[in-house]
């Protein structure tokens, strides 16, 4: 498993940032470069359902231009699961607009004992049947009018997803929308890859 580099100020400044927002969901960028980080930026949490959802605050991920500009990067997003486990849930891949980010995920289900994990997630869009995937899978409504199925790593595939097992790494979600018709729209493929969180 490849690592990600985090100076102990900025672990516990999330773990801190985490534990004071709960129970709602916080988020935050980081600055970088590759897989280290230099400094963290708090962010608003603007989504309407903050206890289960986030969403980065607009002038918050604008930053990122700035450290572009000093060649450097936005290398991190990460956010809290105040009541659940430090894993990517379907709403959180279907956000991942970020495929070259490290998504960083705090979990203060128990208070004593906050985890922090650290993610890629990458979306593909392969040429399938969204309709006959639907009806195949059983997908689950995560947000009103978002649908995810999560095919774990050591689960057998379903035939369904066999012509497209090949293109798409273990562990993944499926995700999609719907569009006024009812009909299947803005179906994805999100792999999820873990990387360590090594303190420096």
Known sequence: MASILLPQAIYD????????????????????????????????????????????DPQTLM???EFEEAGDEMM????????????????DAWNAHYPDT?????????????????????????????EALRASLPF???RQGLFGYYQAADCSTPRALHAVASDVSLPFYVVFTLDEAGVVDELRFVEVTEYRVEIV
């Open 63 to 65: 930053k990122q231009f």
């Open 13 to 56: 400044e999330i773990i801190a940032h985490a534990q004071a927002g709960k129970p709602e969901e916080i988020c935050g960028i980081l600055r970088g470069r590759g897989t280290e980080a230099y400094e963290l930026f708090r962010a608003k949490n603007i989504a309407t359902e903050r206890i289960e959802n986030y969403d980065v």
């Open 102 to 130: 490290y998504y960083l995920i705090c979990s203060t289900e128990y208070d004593d004992a906050p985890i922090l994990r650290a993610f890629r997630m990458v979306a593909s869009y392969p040429d399938v049947d969204g």
């Open 140 to 142: 689950q409504e995560v």
């Open 76 to 91: 991190g997003i990460y956010h809290s699961h105040p009541v659940s486990v430090a894993w990517p849930s379907a709403t």
